[in-house]
């Protein structure tokens, strides 16, 4: 059951990059994932992935590595923030990015998600 679940969702889910300077040196690092909610390029991670990188970063989408890589790469845009909740909401400015499907059964105390 586990394996179906992450098979379902593997497409979603990307690495979040972001690029910043190091002794004068461009360099790239990653922050953490995220996943696409809905085809049009809207994610979700955890606010405080969109908060680590040094100041003046900029962050980025390269593809659902390692089977599909975006050249060029695409900026990530902020729609929306919760930090209180540790939230954001993102965009990737693409045609088509494939949101997670998720079941809408009503999910009970006890029951396997």
């Known amino acids: ?7 379902k969702l593997s497409a979603s889910i990307f690495p979040i990059f ?12 990653v922050s953490g994932t995220g996943f696409f909610v809905v085809d ?12 680590c990188a040094p100041a003046g970063s900029t962050y980025y989408y390269y593809g659902n590595l390692p089977d599909h890589t975006s050249q060029p790469a695409v900026e990530i845009e902020r729609v929306a923030t919760d930090p209180g ?7 990737v400015a693409r045609d088509y990015m494939r949101g997670a499907e ?8 006890g029951d396997s998600v």
């Open 102 to 109: 998720l079941s809408g059964e009503t999910v009970r105390p």
């Open 18 to 29: 972001f690029a910043f300077e190091r002794d004068g040196s461009p360099a790239l690092s």
């Open 40 to 51: 049009s390029g809207l994610f979700v991670t955890a606010d405080h992935i969109m908060t």
């Open 85 to 91: 909740r540790d939230l954001y909401l993102g965009r």
């Open 1 to 7: 059951m586990f394996a179906d679940a992450v098979a």
